[in-house]
């Protein structure tokens, strides 16, 4: 006499108890297989990243230039770009504008999200205002209307004639030129500013009345509540900013006409690489090149994940 016993919810089957493999039911399977689909275009598009990414560093020890096959140099490449001038001028003047124009903006981002987090109507219109020059920012039309704007004839500098002042050439003065792309950068701050008012709202409002009870000013407010709080937002806007700043392109090609002038004043380090690779085609140079700014990149970021354990607090 057979016994027939009832399996509780979520039992495996008698076939999987028995050491076979459980079945998967037809509709689980479905669900699977539209997961993949939807995953595919996802891995079609690793296939444009893994390759490149690994052809590059095989170039890197090649001479190569586009026309012949390569040829394995070893390290001559990374050995060359220690005796490279304008390989060390573009370096400055990346670091000079990344590290000038990243705490500036980030600055300006987060004191406009703190005027914006004060309740004003209208919020969504000036979000979207000061959002748009981050969409713009990079594009070729804004730069050559920033060259118009600091033009020897342009509005800053019609600006000043209006109080008797001669003002310089900002964009042709290797002095100023970089400042202009500088101040370009900081005015693209709409990006992070979204980011920290999204953070700003996420702050209780309880922490704010028990300081104003104890009597805490706005300023001890900001810097012993709202400064820890939205560290970890300072911190990923920080990274991100970062990584952008040393990829800087299109601003130093449109206002440089290519040349990262005027004397390689405007020459960030993806222009000169752009400049030995599709240029000079010195294509192992430039991939040479490009791991040199991705290690670059790594050491940084590096830096500042070791730096954020003692200033970024997470509410754990």
Do not use: C, H
Request: charged content about 10%.
């Amino acid at each position: 006499m057979s016994v027939l016993t009832k399996q509780p919810p979520g039992a495996a089957p008698a076939a999987a108890a028995a050491g076979g493999k459980p079945r998967i039911r037809p509709s689980r399977r479905k669900k699977q297989r539209s997961g993949y689909l939807f995953l595919l275009p996802w891995f079609l598009g690793m296939l444009f990243t893994v390759i490149p990414f690994f052809a590059s560093l095989y170039l890197a020890f090649t001479d190569y230039n586009l026309f012949t096959e390569p040829n394995f140099v070893g390290l001559a490449n990374f050995q060359a770009m220690f005796e490279d001038p304008r390989l060390l001028q573009s370096l400055k003047v990346t670091f000079i504008y990344t590290f000038v124009s990243v705490p500036i903006s980030l600055a300006v981002a987060l004191l406009v999200a703190l005027v914006l987090n004060r309740g004003l109507q209208g919020l969504s219109i000036y979000r979207s205002v000061y959002y748009l020059p981050s969409l713009l920012g990079g594009s070729v039309a804004i730069v050559m209307l920033w060259r118009y704007i600091f033009g020897n004839d342009g509005i800053v500098n019609g600006f000043l004639g209006l109080f008797g002042i001669q003002g310089p050439a900002w964009v042709t003065d290797p002095q100023f030129s970089l400042s202009t792309l500088i101040v370009l950068n900081v005015w693209t701050f709409g990006s992070p500013m979204v980011i920290f008012l999204a953070g700003l709202r996420q702050v209780p409002g309880m922490y704010y009345e028990a300081a104003s009870i104890d009597g805490a000013s706005r300023w001890r407010q900001f810097r012993s509540i709202t400064l820890p709080l939205i560290s970890p937002i300072i911190f990923f806007n920080l990274i991100m900013q970062l990584i952008g700043s040393f990829q800087t392109f299109t601003q130093g090609y449109v206002m440089s006409g290519g040349t990262g002038g005027p004397a390689d004043s405007t020459l960030f380090y993806n222009l000169y690489l752009y400049q030995k690779g599709f240029t000079e085609f010195e294509m192992g140079y430039a991939s040479a090149m490009a791991w040199l700014l991705l290690m670059i990149i790594a050491i940084f970021t590096a830096i500042n994940f070791i730096a954020s354990k003692f200033w970024v607090f997470y509410d754990n």
